[in-house]
C-alpha cells in the first residue's frame, strides 16, 4: 500500500519545504480563477544489467523491438499489470531508440494526480525490474553517444466550469489560442532558470546535447522535435486535445517542483502576455550560428553549475519556490556540482562525454 500526504511543521502549519503541498497550494490558487491545470508526461528508462562489474544495457534491442532482441517482455507486461491495477490507464508501451530504453505512457490527468503517478510509476518500474534480476534506471544519460531518457511533460490549461480547452483556437495558425502562444513565451523566457528544476542531476546534461532527441536551444515549434516547446499534431477533436509539450525535462526530476515551475512561469507568459520569438520549423540542429541569432534562438545551460546561477539569477524563482526551497535547492545543487568537478579534477567540457563511476553510485539506482 502506498499513501500520499503533506509535510506539516510541529504546529500544524505548512512546512515550506514540501514540494508536495506547494504543489497544491499552486494548483488550488489555479482553481480559485476558475482554472485547471493538465499533465502528461513521456517517462523514459532504462533496463541494465552488470556487466563483468560495468553498467551496460539489459538486451540489444532498438526502437519499437520485439522478442528475442527486446528481452523485457515480460518484465514489461507485469509491471503494465501492475500498473492497471494501482488505476493507471495505459496509453502505449514500446522499446525506445538506445538499447535498454522503455517508453510505458498512461493518461494525462490534474499535474497533482499527475505527479503522484509518477512517484507510483517509478516504484513499480524499479521493484518489478528487480524481481526480474534486472535493474530500471531513470538515470538521465546511463551510457554516451545514445539518446538519454526524458520525461516530456504535455500541458494544457482547461476551464472548470465548461471543460473549455484555453489553448485551442481552431481558427489560428497550428490551432492555437493567444493564450497558449503567450504561455509558451512565459515557458521559453523561464527555462534556463527552470533547468535546474527540470534537469536536477550533473548527469542531466549529459543527455542535453545535440542530435539526440533532447533540446539545446530554447525555441518551439509545430512538431519540431528540435525544439525545447514542441507543439504535437493535434488528429480529430483538436480543440480537446491541443497542447504543449515542454521536452526538457528528465525523468529524475521532482515531479511537483517541476509542475510548479512550468505553471508558474507559463501563467506569468498570459499575465504579462510575453510574446515568444517566431516559431521555428527547420531542424534546429542544423541551422548555423547566424541563422540561430537571426531566430531570436537562445540555449539552455551547459551544466548544472551554470543552472544554479540562471535559477539564482532569475528573480521571479524564489516568488515561485518560496524562500526556504529557494535558498536549500541552490545550497545543495552547488554542492552536487562541486563535488564532481572535484572528483574529475578536468574542466567541464573534458568530462561531459564520459559517465563516471561518480555519477553510477549517485544516480544509476536514486535518480
Known amino acids: 500500500a502506498v499513501m500520499f500526504c503533506y509535510v506539516s511543521n510541529p504546529d500544524g502549519s505548512a512546512f515550506a519545504g514540501d514540494p508536495r503541498g506547494l504543489l497544491k497550494r499552486t ?3 489555479l482553481e480559485k480563477k476558475g482554472y485547471g491545470f493538465n499533465t502528461g508526461p513521456e517517462l523514459e528508462y532504462m ?21 528475442p532482441l527486446d528481452p523485457t517482455e515480460d518484465v514489461k507486461l ?8 494501482a488505476g493507471f490507464q495505459i496509453d502505449r508501451v514500446h522499446h525506445e531508440v538506445a538499447e535498454g530504453q522503455q517508453e510505458i505512457n498512461f493518461r494525462y490527468s490534474d499535474a497533482l494526480k499527475t505527479a503522484d503517478n509518477v512517484i507510483l510509476y517509478k516504484l513499480a518500474v524499479k521493484t518489478i525490474a528487480q524481481k526480474h534480476e534486472t535493474t530500471a534506471t531513470f538515470m538521465p544519460k546511463p551510457f554516451w553517444g545514445v539518446n538519454g531518457s526524458g520525461c516530456h511533460m504535455h500541458q494544457s490549461i482547461i476551464e472548470l466550469d465548461t471543460g473549455k480547452n484555453l489553448f485551442s483556437d481552431p481558427d489560428t495558425k497550428y490551432g492555437l489560442s493567444e493564450t497558449a502562444i503567450h504561455y509558451i513565451g512565459g515557458l521559453l523566457k523561464h ?30 515549434g509545430y512538431a519540431n522535435r528540435s525544439a525545447i516547446v514542441r507543439v504535437p499534431l493535434a488528429p480529430g477533436e483538436k480543440n480537446k486535445v491541443t497542447r504543449i509539450e515542454y521536452r526538457h525535462p528528465d525523468p529524475s526530476c521532482n515531479p511537483y ?17 510575453i510574446e515568444p520569438i517566431a516559431d521555428i520549423q527547420d531542424n534546429i540542429y542544423e541551422l548555423s550560428k547566424k541563422q540561430l ?10 551544466h548544472l553549475g551554470e543552472a544554479v546561477e540562471c535559477f539564482e539569477e532569475d528573480t521571479s524563482m524564489k516568488g515561485i ?16 556540482f562541486k563535488s564532481y568537478m572535484d572528483y574529475t579534477g578536468v574542466e567541464w567540457a573534458a568530462s561531459r562525454p564520459k559517465i563516471t563511476p561518480w555519477e553510477y553510485e549517485r544516480y544509476l539506482t536514486r535518480a
Not at 553498467?55 to 532498438?62: D, E, S
Open 47 to 67: 533496463y541494465v544489467a552488470d556487466n563483468n562489474g560495468s553498467v551496460a544495457p539489459f538486451g540489444k534491442g532498438g526502437y519499437f523491438d520485439i522478442p
Open 191 to 220: 527555462a534556463q532558470a527552470m533547468s535546474m528544476i527540470v534537469t536536477p542531476l550533473v548527469n542531466s546534461y549529459k543527455r542535453l546535447v545535440p542530435h539526440y532527441e533532447a533540446p539545446v536551444y530554447i525555441a518551439w
Open 293 to 302: 541569432k537571426d531566430y531570436g534562438v537562445t540555449f539552455l545551460p551547459e
Open 257 to 273: 517542483l517541476a509542475s510548479v515551475v512550468l505553471l508558474k512561469s507559463g501563467w506569468e507568459g498570459i499575465e504579462k502576455k
Open 78 to 85: 507485469e509491471t503494465l499489470m501492475c500498473l492497471e491495477a
Open 321 to 336: 519556490v518560496g524562500d526556504f526551497l529557494h535558498e536549500n535547492l541552490i545550497e545543495l545543487k552547488q554542492a552536487e
Open 27 to 29: 494548483v488550488d490558487d
